[in-house]
C-alpha cells in the first residue's frame, strides 16, 4: 500500500469507475449468469409445499424463517453435502485440522514444553489458521531442472486421492457415505494403491538426489505393507460375508471384531502406521539422513497441500479401522430424543409461538451414530499420534524385514483363526453368535 | 611410580624460575630417565634427550632417522598412539619443527607419560607446498592415528609427508592460495 | 570446460551404480561439518570427512594476545564446555608462569568441569536423539540441562563460554548459598536422567538401530589413538581423571565406566553413564571444599614465562584435550596447540562408515561424540 496517494483527477476518478462498472457488467453476464444456469441444471431443487424452489421462493426463507426447514433438509440430502460437508471432505479436513493442532499440544506437554501458546486466545488454538495463511504466502520454487506438469500435479493427486479414500468410509448408518460401493473394501485398497505411485512420481519429478532417495524409501515402504494390510483385513471378511463398509458395520451390532481378531487389528494398526508415514515409520521423510524425502523440494502451498492430504489420509484409516474393528458407529443411544412439544407445538417466548415445520433435521438415530464414530475415531488417533513421542526412527531393512516376514505371518495366522472360528460354527451364518 | 602428579614444579623452587631445558642439577625422575636411557643405549647420537621431566620426555631425531626411532618406541616402548601433532615455524633457525606427542593405552606404566618426539624440516622462504624441500617422512605406517593430523600439518605450515596415502587440505578451503597460515610471515590482517 | 579449473575444484565422472551424496553443512543431519559420501544403493562405499566450515584460526590467533587476553579467546571451540576446554591451558600456563593454585580454587574448578561435562553431554544426548529421529529424546536433554546452566550462571556470570578459569586459579568466588544451590539441582538432575533409560536405552527400536552398528575392536580403538567414550565403549579404561589426575582428583573417588561392545549403542550409553559418575563428583566435591579461601594468585600485568614449553592434557567431555604451549619469554605464547578429542576421533569415521548402510550413517558418525566446531578450532 503507498502511503503517498497520487495527485487526485477527477477525469481518472470517473474513468477508474467506469472500468469497474463495466468489467462487472461484463463478468456477470458472460460467466456469472451461464454458471447459475449450470448449476441450476444439475441441482436438484427441492419441492417445498407442492411447488418448485424459485429463487423468488429461496429469498423469502430470509423473511419466514421457517420455510428454511425443508430447504436445508432437501440441501443435506443432495449428493454436494455429502462430498463437501459430512461425511465426504469438509468433516474429514475439520478432524484433520483437529488431529495437527491436538498431536502437536500432546506431543509437547509429553515431551515437558507448552507447543502452540501465543496464537489465538486460549493455549494457541488459532495456530493452524496461521500457519494456514503463512503457507499460502510463501514463495512457491521450482528446481530448475524439474519436471514441472508433474511436480505441480503431485500434491493436488495427492490431496485428490486422499480425498477419494475418505469418500468410500461410511460415518454413520442409513446411507451417510459418499460412494456407497458393494465392493468396498476392495475399492479402499484400490484407492490406497495409488499412494506410492503419487509418490515416486513427486520424488522423481523433482529431479534432486534426497527425493530420489525419499521417494524410493517411500515406494519400498508402502509396496511392502499393502500386503499385511490387505491380508488382516481378509479374516473380517470372511467372517462377515461381505465387502460392503456399511454391511460390516452393521454386523457388529453386538460385538466388535476386535474381540475375536484381535492379532488381526494389531496387524492392520502398525500396517497402517506404515502407509501413513508415521513414526516410527517415517523414513521418507527422514530428516537427519534425507533432508526431507520425497517433501524436499515442495514449498509453499503445495507443502501445505500434502501436510492436508497426509493428515486426510490418517483420518481416513482411523476410521476404517473403527468401521473395520471397532464397530463402526455401534454404540448405545446415549443422543437424547428431539423434544416432541417443538415439533408440534413450536418454541414459546412469551405472546409469539414460533413454529419450524420439517424439524427435526436430523434424526436422533444418525446423530447417535455420529457421536459414537467420532469418538472411536478421536480414540483411535490418539493411539496413531502417541508413537510419535516414544520412538525413534526405524531402518529401512528393518522396516523391510518386519513388513514382509513377520506381519504376513501373523496376519496367515489371524486369518486361520478366522477359519477356524467360521467353520467351528462360532460365528459368520449359522452360527451361535 | 613415585612422581608426583601436579604441576612438576619440583626442579625449581622460587616462582621466577623458568623450568630449563637443559640437564638439571638436581637428580631426574627415576622412571622417565630408565625411558630415555633405553633410547639413549639404542640410538645413541642419533637422538637428542632435550629435556626429562615427571610425566614428560623431550627427544629429538633427524628426520632420516625419525622412522625407525618410531619404530622402536611403539615396539620396545609400547607407546601405542600418538596424541597430537604440532608444527612449529622457527624462521630464525631456518627449520619447522614438528612435534609428535606419543602416549599409551595399554601399558599402565605409561598411562601418565608423554613421549614428545621431535623432528624438523627445513624451511624455505617462498614455499612452494608439496614442491619444496620442506619434507618429511610420514609416521602413518607407524602410528595411524596421526592420519589427519599430518594433513593439518601439511596445510597449516607447508610440510609434505611423504608415504602419507592423502596429502590434502582438511580445515582450509580448497581454493586457499596464500601462505601457509600458522608460519611466523603470515601476518593477520590488521594486527 | 576445458578452461582452467581453480584449484581445489575437480570434476567428477558419474559412476553408473555409485551416488555421491553430499552430506552437507545445510543438512539437518550432519552438524557444521561436511560428509562426502559415496552411495552404492544403501550401501556406503567411501566417506570422505570435510571439516574445516567452523575454521577460525583459534591457535594463529592466540600467538597475538597474551596469556590472560587468550581466555576469552581459547574457550570458544566448545562454548558449553568451555571450562573444560581451558582446563588443560590454564594447568600450562601456571606452569610456565610456576604458580601455585590455592585449595579452594581447585575444587571449585572440578566442580564447574564436571557441570560442565553434563551440560556439554547433554546437547550431545539431545542431538543424537533427533538424529535418529526421536524427538523427545531431543527435548528432554535440551530441557534438563537448563537446571545446571543456570547454576553455571549463578557461578561464573555467563551460561555458556563463561570464561571462568584463569591462570592461578578462578576469576571470582562463588556466592553464599552456593553448595545448597548447587545440591538441589544435582539431586534433580540425577533424577531427571535416571528416566532416560526407560524412553531411549530400553527403547527396543533404539536398540536394533545402534546394536552392531559401526563396531569398533580394542585393538583398533587404540590404534586409531581414539579417546573418550568412543575409546571407553570399546573396552579400554583410560579415564584422564585416575590415570593422570590434576587439581584435586586424586582425592575424589572417579568411578570409570566401560562397555565391551564397541559398538554405537555403547558409545551412546557411556556418556550418559558419565554424567551419573559426574553427579557423585560434584556432591564429594562440595563437600570436601574449603570453606574459605583465596580463588586466584595476584598475577602482575603481562606475565611471562621462561624458554619452555608445556603439554597438559584433562578429561573433557569428547575426551582427552591436550595444550602445548611453547613459551619464548615473551607476555604472548609463541604456539599454542590443542589437540582436541573431537579432531581425534574423525579418524574413525571414514574407518567405520565403509561398509555401512546409509541408515546407519547418522546413528554413528554422531555416537562418536564428535563435536564440529571443536575439531575445526
Keep these: 500500500m503507498s502511503a503517498i496517494a497520487p495527485k487526485f483527477r477527477l477525469g481518472y476518478f470517473l474513468k477508474s469507475i467506469l472500468d469497474n462498472t463495466f468489467w462487472g457488467i461484463i463478468l456477470l453476464t458472460l460467466v456469472g449468469i451461464p454458471l447459475v444456469m449450470m448449476?441450476?441444471?444439475?441441482?436438484?431443487?427441492?419441492?417445498?409445499?407442492?411447488?418448485?424452489?424459485?429463487?423468488?421462493?429461496?429469498?423469502?426463507?430470509?423473511?419466514?424463517?421457517?420455510?428454511?426447514?425443508?430447504?436445508?433438509?432437501?440441501?443435506?440430502?443432495?449428493?454436494?453435502?455429502?462430498?463437501?460437508?459430512?461425511?465426504?471432505?469438509?468433516?474429514?479436513?475439520?478432524?484433520?485440522?483437529?488431529?495437527?493442532?491436538?498431536?502437536?499440544?500432546?506431543?509437547?506437554?509429553?515431551?515437558?514444553?507448552?507447543?502452540p501458546f501465543y496464537c489465538g486466545k486460549i493455549e494457541g488454538i488459532l495456530q493452524l489458521m496461521s500457519d494456514g495463511i503463512k503457507l499460502l504466502s510463501k514463495e512457491i520454487i521450482i528446481p530448475a531442472k524439474a519436471d514441472k506438469p508433474i511436480f505441480w500435479a503431485a500434491p493436488v493427486l495427492f490431496v485428490a486421492t486422499a480425498a477419494a479414500f475418505v469418500s468410500l468410509i461410511p460415518a454413520a448408518g442409513n446411507g451417510w457415505v459418499v460412494a456407497n460401493v458393494d465392493v468396498g473394501i476392495i475399492a479402499v485398497f484400490a484407492v490406497i494403491g495409488?499412494?506410492?505411485?503419487?509418490?515416486?512420481?513427486?520424488?522423481?519429478?523433482?529431479?534432486?538426489?534426497?527425493?530420489?532417495?525419499?521417494?524410493?524409501?517411500?515406494?519400498?515402504?508402502?509396496?511392502?505393507?499393502?500386503?499385511?494390510?490387505?491380508?488382516?483385513?481378509?479374516?473380517?471378511?470372511?467372517?462377515?460375508?461381505?465387502?460392503?463398509?456399511?454391511?460390516?458395520?452393521?454386523?457388529?451390532?453386538?460385538?466388535?471384531?476386535?474381540?475375536?481378531?484381535?492379532?488381526?487389528?494389531?496387524?492392520?494398526?502398525?500396517?497402517?502406521?506404515?502407509?501413513?508415514?508415521?513414526?516410527p515409520f517415517d523414513l521418507p521423510e527422514a530428516e537427519s539422513e534425507i533432508v526431507a524425502g520425497w517433501l524436499t523440494e515442495f514449498s509453499g502451498m503445495m507443502y501445505g497441500l500434502v501436510q492436508l492430504g497426509s493428515y486426510l489420509k490418517l483420518y481416513a484409516f482411523a476410521a476404517l479401522f473403527v468401521v473395520l474393528f471397532l464397530g463402526g458407529w455401534n454404540g448405545p443411544n446415549v443422543w437424547p430424543p428431539f423434544p416432541a412439544e417443538i415439533i408440534e407445538k413450536g418454541i414459546e417466548m412469551g405472546p409469539i409461538t414460533a413454529r419450524f415445520p420439517g424439524l427435526p433435521l436430523l434424526d436422533q438415530q444418525m446423530l447417535n451414530d455420529v457421536l459414537w464414530f467420532v469418538i472411536k475415531v478421536v480414540g483411535v488417533i490418539f493411539f496413531i499420534l502417541l508413537p510419535r513421542g516414544v520412538f525413534p526412527r526405524i531402518r529401512i531393512d528393518l522396516l523391510l524385514h518386519i513388513g514382509w516376514y513377520k506381519l504376513i505371518g501373523l496376519s496367515f495366522v489371524n486369518i486361520f483363526i478366522a477359519l477356524g472360528l467360521l467353520y467351528a460354527g462360532v460365528l459368520g451364518p449359522g452360527g451361535i453368535l | 611410580m613415585s612422581t608426583e602428579e601436579t604441576k612438576p614444579a619440583a626442579p625449581a623452587e622460587s616462582k621466577e624460575t623458568k623450568p630449563v631445558a637443559k640437564a638439571e642439577p638436581k637428580?631426574?625422575?627415576?622412571?622417565?630417565?630408565?625411558?630415555?636411557?633405553?633410547?639413549?643405549?639404542?640410538?645413541?647420537?642419533?637422538?637428542?634427550?632435550?629435556?626429562?621431566?615427571?610425566?614428560?620426555?623431550?627427544?629429538?631425531?633427524?628426520?632420516?632417522?625419525?622412522?625407525?626411532?618410531?619404530?622402536?618406541?611403539?615396539?620396545?616402548?609400547?607407546?601405542?598412539?600418538?596424541?597430537?601433532?604440532?608444527?612449529?615455524?622457527?624462521?630464525?633457525?631456518?627449520?619447522?619443527?614438528?612435534?609428535?606427542?606419543?602416549?599409551?593405552?595399554?601399558?599402565?606404566?605409561?598411562?601418565?607419560?608423554?613421549?614428545?618426539?621431535?623432528?624438523?624440516?627445513?624451511?624455505?622462504?617462498?614455499?612452494?607446498?608439496?614442491?619444496?624441500?620442506?619434507?618429511?617422512?610420514?609416521?602413518?605406517?607407524?602410528?595411524?592415528?596421526?592420519?589427519?593430523?599430518?594433513?593439518?600439518?601439511f596445510e597449516m605450515l607447508g610440510v609434505f609427508f611423504e608415504g602419507h596415502p592423502d596429502n590434502r587440505r582438511l580445515l582450509l578451503p580448497e581454493d586457499w592460495a596464500d601462505l601457509p597460515p600458522m608460519r611466523k610471515d603470515f601476518k593477520i590482517k590488521g594486527r | 570446460m576445458t578452461a582452467q579449473l581453480p584449484p581445489g575444484l575437480e570434476i567428477e565422472k558419474l559412476d553408473e551404480r555409485i551416488m555421491t551424496l553430499n552430506v552437507g553443512p545445510q543438512h539437518p543431519g550432519s552438524g557444521h561439518m561436511r560428509l562426502i559420501v559415496k552411495v552404492d544403493g544403501d550401501y556406503i562405499v567411501s566417506c570422505d570427512p570435510d571439516p574445516g566450515y567452523v575454521h577460525r584460526g583459534e591457535e594463529k590467533m592466540a600467538e597475538y594476545r597474551n596469556y590472560i587476553t587468550n581466555i576469552p579467546h581459547l574457550e570458544r571451540p566448545v562454548i558449553h564446555d568451555s571450562c573444560n576446554v581451558l582446563y588443560p591451558y590454564c594447568l600450562g600456563v601456571e606452569e610456565i608462569l610456576g604458580l601455585e593454585v590455592p585449595e579452594r580454587a581447585k575444587y571449585l574448578r572440578v566442580i564447574a568441569s564436571e557441570l560442565n561435562r553434563c551440560v556439554y553431554t547433554q546437547y550431545w544426548l539431545a542431538i543424537y536423539?533427533?538424529?535418529?529421529?526421536?524427538?523427545?529424546?531431543?527435548?528432554?536433554?535440551?530441557?534438563?540441562?537448563?537446571?545446571?546452566?543456570?547454576?553455571?550462571?549463578?557461578?561464573?556470570?555467563?551460561?555458556?563460554?563463561?570464561?571462568?578459569?584463569?591462570?592461578?586459579?578462578?576469576?571470582?568466588?562463588?556466592?553464599?548459598?552456593?553448595?545448597?544451590?548447587?545440591?538441589?539441582?544435582?539431586?534433580?538432575?540425577?533424577?531427571?536422567i535416571k528416566e532416560y533409560a526407560a524412553i531411549f536405552y530400553d527403547n527396543p527400536i533404539l536398540i536394533s538401530r545402534t546394536r552392531d552398528a559401526g563396531v569398533l575392536s580394542r585393538e583398533d580403538a587404540i590404534r586409531l589413538g581414539t579417546t573418550g567414550s568412543t575409546l571407553r565403549a570399546s573396552g579400554v579404561d583410560f579415564d584422564l581423571r585416575t590415570k593422570e589426575p590434576y587439581d584435586v582428583y586424586e582425592e575424589l573417588d572417579v568411578k570409570v565406566n566401560t562397555l565391551k561392545a564397541g559398538d554405537s549403542y555403547a558409545r551412546s550409553k557411556i556418556p550418559w553413564l558419565d554424567m551419573l559418575e559426574s553427579c557423585n563428583i560434584i556432591r564429594q566435591a562440595v563437600q570436601k571444599m574449603p570453606k574459605s579461601g583465596s580463588v586466584r594468585v595476584k598475577l602482575k600485568p603481562n606475565p611471562k614465562g621462561g624458554n619452555t614449553e608445556v603439554y597438559k592434557r584433562v578429561e573433557s567431555g569428547r575426551g582427552s584435550l591436550g595444550c602445548y604451549i611453547v613459551s619464548d619469554s615473551k607476555p604472548e605464547p609463541y604456539r599454542v596447540k590443542m589437540s582436541v578429542g573431537s579432531f581425534r576421533n574423525l579418524i574413525c569415521m571414514p574407518y567405520l562408515l565403509k561398509g555401512e548402510k546409509l541408515g546407519n550413517m547418522p546413528a554413528v558418525y554422531w555416537s562418536l561424540n564428535y563435536w564440529p566446531v571443536e575439531a575445526d578450532r
Design chain 1, 39 to 115: 448449476l441450476l441444471f444439475y441441482l436438484e431443487l427441492p419441492v417445498i409445499n407442492g411447488k418448485l424452489l424459485s429463487p423468488y421462493l429461496a429469498f423469502t426463507t430470509l423473511a419466514d424463517p421457517s420455510r428454511q426447514i425443508p430447504l436445508i433438509k432437501s440441501l443435506m440430502q443432495t449428493d454436494f453435502f455429502r462430498i463437501a460437508a459430512f461425511p465426504g471432505f469438509g468433516f474429514a479436513a475439520l478432524v484433520a485440522a483437529g488431529t495437527i493442532f491436538v498431536e502437536r499440544k500432546m506431543l509437547a506437554k509429553l515431551q515437558l514444553r507448552v507447543g
Design chain 1, 194 to 279: 495409488f499412494f506410492p505411485v503419487i509418490t515416486v512420481l513427486s520424488s522423481w519429478s523433482a529431479n534432486s538426489k534426497f527425493p530420489f532417495i525419499g521417494g524410493i524409501r517411500a515406494l519400498h515402504q508402502m509396496v511392502s505393507f499393502e500386503i499385511p494390510l490387505i491380508l488382516s483385513v481378509l479374516g473380517v471378511v470372511i467372517l462377515t460375508g461381505t465387502l460392503n463398509l456399511t454391511e460390516i458395520v452393521e454386523s457388529q451390532h453386538t460385538y466388535w471384531w476386535i474381540v475375536f481378531l484381535p492379532i488381526g487389528a494389531i496387524v492392520f494398526f502398525i500396517a497402517m502406521l506404515a502407509e501413513l508415514e508415521r513414526i
Design chain 2, 27 to 153: 637428580e631426574l625422575p627415576a622412571f622417565e630417565k630408565s625411558i630415555s636411557d633405553k633410547l639413549e643405549k639404542k640410538f645413541g647420537s642419533k637422538t637428542t634427550i632435550e629435556f626429562v621431566k615427571p610425566t614428560r620426555i623431550r627427544v629429538k631425531v633427524n628426520k632420516e632417522n625419525v622412522l625407525e626411532v618410531a619404530k622402536f618406541i611403539r615396539d620396545e616402548l609400547h607407546f601405542d598412539h600418538a596424541e597430537s601433532v604440532s608444527g612449529v615455524d622457527y624462521p630464525s633457525k631456518k627449520e619447522i619443527e614438528v612435534v609428535y606427542h606419543l602416549g599409551s593405552y595399554t601399558d599402565p606404566d605409561l598411562a601418565k607419560q608423554i613421549l614428545t618426539l621431535v623432528t624438523s624440516a627445513t624451511r624455505e622462504e617462498n614455499p612452494n607446498p608439496g614442491n619444496d624441500s620442506t619434507r618429511l617422512p610420514s609416521l602413518r605406517e607407524i602410528f595411524y592415528s596421526v592420519e589427519f593430523h599430518e594433513r593439518e600439518c
Design chain 3, 129 to 192: 536423539g533427533i538424529f535418529l529421529g526421536h524427538s523427545t529424546m531431543f527435548m528432554w536433554p535440551a530441557g534438563d540441562r537448563e537446571f545446571l546452566i543456570d547454576a553455571l550462571e549463578k557461578m561464573t556470570g555467563a551460561r555458556v563460554t563463561h570464561a571462568y578459569f584463569v591462570p592461578g586459579g578462578i576469576r571470582n568466588d562463588v556466592p553464599a548459598n552456593f553448595e545448597d544451590m548447587v545440591l538441589r539441582r544435582v539431586d534433580y538432575f540425577e533424577k531427571r
